[in-house]
């Protein structure tokens, strides 16, 4: 992840081993709801494309229908197979019309599935960013006892050699 490799770039002179994340478990849970979403809307997707493909190969037969029945317009027709062809022609309308339906409906449930991926992706990086400034505050902790450190250790020594001097 960019993200964390971020924050271990700030921290890098810090040791990190005693870092725990309390909310990992959360954090884990939302990326996988967001990966669950994103592949719910890659499927969405798919299928939209695809019910517009089939409205549209509807409308190219309907077309195609309609010329042939145009280009017959002179020509003696038998009354049965007039009847046929308009029958025919209404089926398609009303399949077409029908997979339009169903292509406004793929199309709202892509609009939603979108709305709830970039809810959950924005659940995600709020975590992160709680992580990175929780992770922050580690570093800055850890620094501050490692001075800490460094101070009595100087101090320390400092006091050392005057000790050495009084005892001879």
């Given at each position: 992840?960019?993200?964390?490799?971020?924050?271990?770039?700030?921290?890098?002179?810090?040791?990190?081993?005693?870092?725990?994340?309390?909310?990992?478990?959360?954090?884990?849970?939302?990326?996988?709801?967001?990966?669950?979403?994103?592949?719910?809307?890659?499927?969405?997707?798919?299928?939209?494309?695809?019910?517009?493909?089939?409205?549209?190969?509807?409308?190219?037969?309907?077309?195609?229908?309609?010329a042939r029945a145009g280009s017959v317009?002179?020509?003696?027709?038998?009354?049965?197979?007039?009847?046929?062809?308009?029958?025919?022609?209404?089926?398609?309308?009303?399949?077409?019309h029908d997979a339009l339906e169903r292509?406004?409906?793929?199309?709202?449930?892509?609009?939603?599935?979108?709305?709830?991926?970039?809810?959950?992706?924005?659940?995600?990086?709020?975590?992160?960013?709680?992580?990175?400034?929780?992770?922050?505050?580690?570093?800055?902790?850890?620094?501050?006892?490692?001075?800490?450190?460094?101070?009595?250790?100087?101090?320390?020594?400092?006091?050392?050699?005057?000790?050495?001097?009084?005892?001879?």
């Open positions: 992840m960019k993200g964390e490799a971020a924050m271990q770039a700030q921290a890098s002179d810090v040791d990190l081993r005693g870092f725990r994340y309390a909310l990992e478990p959360v954090e884990r849970r939302q990326r996988w709801q967001l990966d669950a979403l994103q592949r719910r809307l890659a499927l969405q997707q798919t299928q939209l494309a695809q019910a517009r493909q089939g409205a549209q190969d509807l409308e190219d037969e309907r077309q195609a229908v309609a317009q002179g020509q003696r027709i038998d009354p049965q197979s007039r009847g046929r062809a308009l029958a025919y022609m209404r089926r398609l309308a009303q399949q077409h292509v406004d409906e793929l199309d709202a449930a892509c609009a939603q599935a979108r709305s709830d991926c970039i809810q959950a992706q924005l659940r995600l990086q709020g975590l992160q960013a709680h992580r990175a400034s929780a992770l922050a505050e580690f570093a800055t902790e850890q620094r501050q006892r490692e001075a800490g450190e460094r101070d009595r250790e100087w101090l320390a020594r400092r006091r050392a050699p005057a000790a050495v001097k009084e005892n001879p």
